[in-house]
């Protein structure tokens, strides 16, 4: 689903917006933080820094080098097994269908977490679980500071996948 219109994150509002989580997220009690490689362990790390807590990454993806080969997302890194009794908060940077956030829910469950819950920068409307904590809800097309730009022949251009995007808002 497309949105309607383009949102732009700055560094200096992703930091904003990464205290806000950790202030909402610091009145649970947790034990430790998932970060979700890719875009997801901007975010997990900064709050895992923020509130002193261990951050473990894991990867669940449609991608592989940057390019869309599954319909569904698949796991490249696993969760660990130290999650079994554990009180774990999962935090990836958007939801967007919410697949991502319910697979890795239902896994971590499976190797025994006591409670699993879910953070994202930004979850858009119809996103299928609603994360249990997010900063904007917007179904606009989210442009990360991160993500914004690559490197292609020694240049810096907009990301393809931006370009193309973009230009779907404007039709």
């Known amino acids: 689903m497309a949105g309607t219109s383009v949102k732009e994150i700055t560094w200096n509002e992703f930091h ?17 933080i998932i970060g979700v490689a890719r875009a997801g362990l901007y975010p997990a790390t900064l709050i895992a820094g923020m509130l002193r807590k261990e951050i473990y990454p894991i990867r669940v993806t ?11 997302p698949v796991w490249k890194v696993d969760v660990p097994d130290l999650v079994d009794g554990k009180r774990v908060i999962v935090i990836d940077e958007i939801a967007d269908s919410g697949d991502t956030l319910s697979i890795i829910s239902q896994r ?10 879910t953070v994202v920068l930004v979850t858009h409307s119809w996103s299928k679980p609603k994360s249990d904590h997010y900063i904007l809800e917007s179904d606009a097309l989210t442009i990360f500071p991160w993500d914004k730009e ?22």
């Open 16 to 32: 904003e917006m990464c205290k806000k989580l950790a202030g909402k997220i610091s009145k649970t009690h947790f034990d430790l």
């Open 62 to 72: 449609r991608r592989e080098n940057d390019q869309i080969k599954h319909k569904k």
């Open 108 to 117: 971590l469950k499976r190797k025994g977490a006591d409670r699993v819950e």
């Open 150 to 171: 690559i490197l292609v022949d020694g240049k810096w251009v907009l990301h393809p996948e931006l370009t193309e995007a973009i230009k779907l808002q404007k039709k």
